[in-house]
């Protein structure tokens, strides 16, 4: 959620379109608006699922807020209701050149609007304006989502100590997937946007041109796939991420997790990459001190507000 919003009024004409799918010239025109506004913030304004949903035909649950004024896109929304328990989950942004016109309140309007006001809306970075937009819409704090970082130039773990029985390996595209889907369910079964992934989620990240198998460890007892760490490279950031980390339930406790967590850091850190990065729930203490005691400290905050109703 990303608006300097002081809802001035605005003499153009402003619509606000809702569509299930987007033509290839609207995708562009949003990637191009999500581009730029990134510029200026710091940071995207929507999630890596909220750009892959933009593409590939309708998905189930999703909706697309496209706002125009004088037939300029000037905002946009996404609007995700796939989750069978919380509420339907946003994001959104106005292009810089265009905030303080009342746009950031209007497209929070319509979300709540299309939502049946319940409604989730992440402001990622926890911009002041963002906060600010919540207030006016009259939402309140739900959830804090950090980005931790830490210097890989002195890394140096000790060499990591696997549970007794467990060996680990790359995984391997179209042999795997079925595997790993099963096992991400049941390590995420509490955390339904890691947990609820599909396969077509799947392929849209292995078509992605970060995706390296190398990177991608699995940890194995006998046949079973016990857990993984899953990592990945922001090129253009020179940024190695611990995309995401997961055990299984009955495999939990014997410190997989921490030896898979430095397997995929020495990964990183031997390809020259200077940081590493991750995401971890404020609340989530025991994984907030396991990353503290690897050296991760905190870069920046995203914010998660919701509608009382």
């Known amino acids: 959620m990303t608006s300097d919003d002081a809802a001035r009024p605005h003499s153009a004409a402003r619509s606000i379109e809702t569509r299930l799918e987007l033509t290839p010239d609207q995708r562009a025109a949003v990637l191009d608006l999500l581009d730029e506004a990134a510029q200026v913030d710091g940071q995207p304004a929507v999630s890596e699922q909220g750009r892959l949903q933009l593409r590939g035909g309708p998905r189930e649950g999703v909706r697309h807020l496209l706002l125009s004024v004088d037939d300029t896109l000037v905002g946009y929304a996404q609007l ?5 328990v ?4 946003a994001e959104l942004v106005v292009h810089p050149s265009h905030r303080g016109h009342g746009h950031g309140r209007a497209l929070g ?6 939502s049946g006001k319940r409604l989730r809306v992440w402001a990622h970075g926890g911009h002041s304006a963002a906060r600010h937009l919540a207030q006016v819409l ?4 739900f959830r804090e989502l950090r980005q931790m970082r830490r210097s890989l130039a002195d890394f140096d773990p000790p060499e990591p100590v ?10 391997v595209p179209g042999e795997d997937d079925a595997a790993w889907l099963a096992a991400n369910a049941e390590a995420f079964a509490h955390h339904p ?5 599909t396969q077509r989620d799947l392929d ?8 390296d198998p190398a990177g991608f460890f699995l940890a194995f007892r006998g046949d079973e796939l016990a857990g993984f760490h899953w990592t990945k490279v922001h090129a253009a950031e020179q940024l190695g991420e611990v995309y995401v980390v997961g055990v299984r339930p009955g495999a939990q406790g014997g410190g997989l997790g ?10 990183l850190a031997a390809q020259g990459l200077p940081t590493a990065m991750l995401y971890v729930d404020a609340d989530n203490k025991a994984a907030v001190t396991v990353y503290e005691r690897l050296g991760f400290v905190t870069y920046e905050t995203d914010l998660m507000y919701r509608s009382e109703t």
């Open 162 to 171: 696997l549970p007794a029985g467990v060996t680990v390996r790359a995984f």
């Open 138 to 141: 009259g939402l309140t704090l």
């Open 193 to 197: 946007e890691q947990g609820s992934l």
């Open 86 to 89: 919380e509420a339907p989950a």
């Open 204 to 211: 849209d990240r292995k078509a992605e041109p970060w995706f």
């Open 80 to 84: 995700e209701d796939t989750d069978p």
């Open 258 to 267: 921490k030896a898979l967590t430095t397997i995929g850091l020495r990964h």
């Open 109 to 114: 309007s319509a979300l709540l609007a299309e």
